[in-house]
């Protein structure tokens, strides 16, 4: 079984400073991890997702993630954050075996301000 | 379809009533999900549907709860004799067995009053 901890329920950050969400994973098992965003009024979106390879991932829009296997960790950073990134962001992880059910934090809202 | 659509995406019922969500996942589709998101708390795995495999029930909360899936296609999620614990917005997502991701529904706001 995997578990996700999401230690900043609330993140407030002026518009254009940097951010980093926390998120650390327990698992026995190698893992695959996502970051999920929620705007307001919306459904669940992919944000960006670590499988294999590289353990720095990139979203498209200026969002990244880096899987540190040692520190059981899988932080989101943005160097600098715009109005439209305020949503909620989930941290997510699922076992590389069989099955793919994922098991996600509690989730951290991101409030940019002016 | 183009996205996975649940419906309705409000519900308010009574006490003891006994309410049904439906999921369309996206057509293709084998591996369907059902979570539930209450206020101010994360995502709680319901049950997983893949193929024509056993469903894990793992996570519904109680006997109350049951789902059904026709093939790979719709779900609904059953709550009999609703509490008021059950308000929640239910969410569907699916994906592809091969796939790594979930595409999500808008969600279903259930209140139970």
């Known amino acids: 079984a995997q578990s996700v901890t999401q230690l900043d329920s609330q993140v407030p950050v002026f518009e254009e400073a940097p951010v980093e969400l926390r998120c650390n994973y327990s698992?026995?098992?190698?893992?695959?991890l996502f970051w999920y965003v929620q705007y307001p009024n919306q459904g669940l979106q992919l944000l960006l997702k670590?499988?294999?390879?590289?353990?720095l991932v990139e979203s498209i829009n200026g969002f990244e993630a880096e899987f540190n296997k040692s520190q059981t960790s899988f932080h989101l950073r943005k160097p600098s954050v715009h109005i439209s990134d305020t949503a909620e962001y989930f941290c997510?992880?699922?076992?590389?075996?069989?099955?793919?059910?994922?098991?996600f934090g509690t989730g951290t809202q991101l409030k940019v301000e002016l | 379809g183009a996205g996975v659509s649940q419906s309705p995406s409000n519900k308010v019922t009574e006490k003891g009533k006994d309410v049904e969500l439906r999921c369309d996942p996206i057509?293709?589709?084998?591996?369907l999900y059902w979570y539930r998101q209450r206020l101010g708390q994360g995502l709680e795995f319901l049950i997983y549907?893949?193929?024509?495999?056993?469903?894990?029930k793992s996570g519904l909360p109680s006997d109350r709860f049951s789902a059904e899936r026709t093939g790979e296609s719709v779900s609904t999620l059953t709550i009999q004799r609703t509490q008021q614990e059950d308000s929640a917005v239910y969410l569907c997502?699916?994906?592809?067995?091969?796939?790594?991701?979930?595409?999500f529904g808008s969600g279903t706001r259930l209140t139970v009053v």
């Open positions: 670590y499988l294999s390879g590289s353990t």
């Open positions: 549907f893949q193929g024509n495999s056993a469903p894990d």
């Open positions: 997510a992880v699922r076992g590389t075996g069989g099955g793919n059910k994922l098991t």
């Open positions: 698992s026995s098992v190698s893992v695959y």
């Open positions: 057509s293709g589709h084998t591996a």
């Open positions: 997502a699916s994906s592809l067995r091969t796939d790594y991701g979930y595409t």
